[in-house]
């Protein structure tokens, strides 16, 4: 049983390996590789944390990880659908950002008083879900074209900013009080 706790962290780094062919995927237009490879990596996105707090397998190294793989995966896959005009520019922008200053907030803490206690908070959870379901739907659509009407996107786009937006302001607000 106690080398089962290694599993939530064989899950995380599965998902930092998949960060590159996914990319790769997009950029050569195989977009049903990519789907395929970020639908598990997106699946794998909470099932590593739940497996590691329901069993008491939560470590240093987990805590660490995990975060950096989540914006990492999303980060890159917005990058790679945004520089091909699949995913709006300024969407990209906006999770980039709130994604890099979130990691450069939790560095900058880490080095000045240790690594913080942060909870993730149910916003954080909602906005990434629905960062997740948006590009398996692009994928998916990609792979599929015409599958969903276009304007299905706009409702999405507008809904995954302006929950990247209320959870970076959340973010904020913590660093700053």
């Given at each position: 049983m106690n080398k089962l706790r290694h599993i939530p962290n064989?899950?995380?780094?599965?998902?930092?390996?998949?960060?590159?062919?996914?990319?790769f995927f997009i950029v050569e237009?195989?977009?049903g590789l990519a789907l395929v490879l970020f639908t598990i990596s997106g699946l794998s996105d909470g099932l590593d944390g739940f497996l590691a707090r329901r069993y008491g397998w939560v470590s240093t190294f987990g805590r660490l990880i995990d975060p950096l793989a989540d914006k990492l995966m999303m980060v890159t896959t917005?990058?790679?659908?945004?520089?091909?005009?699949h995913f709006p520019v300024m969407l990209v922008m906006l999770i980039v950002t709130k994604d890099l200053a979130i990691l450069g907030g939790v560095f900058s803490y880490t080095s000045l008083a240790g690594f913080p206690k942060i909870r993730p908070n149910l916003l954080g959870k909602l906005t990434t879900a629905a960062q997740i379901v948006l590009i398996v739907?692009?994928?998916?659509?990609?792979?599929?074209?015409?599958?969903?009407?276009?304007?299905?996107?706009?409702?999405w786009?507008?809904?995954?900013?302006?929950?990247?937006?209320?959870?970076?302001v959340y973010y904020l607000g913590l660093w700053t009080a």
């Open positions: 064989a899950i995380t780094v599965t998902r930092l390996i998949l960060v590159l062919p996914i990319a237009e195989a977009y917005t990058i790679a659908l945004g520089s091909l005009d739907l692009v994928l998916l659509n990609l792979s599929q074209p015409g599958l969903l009407p276009a304007d299905f996107f706009g409702v786009f507008w809904l995954v900013a302006v929950m990247t937006v209320l959870d970076g």
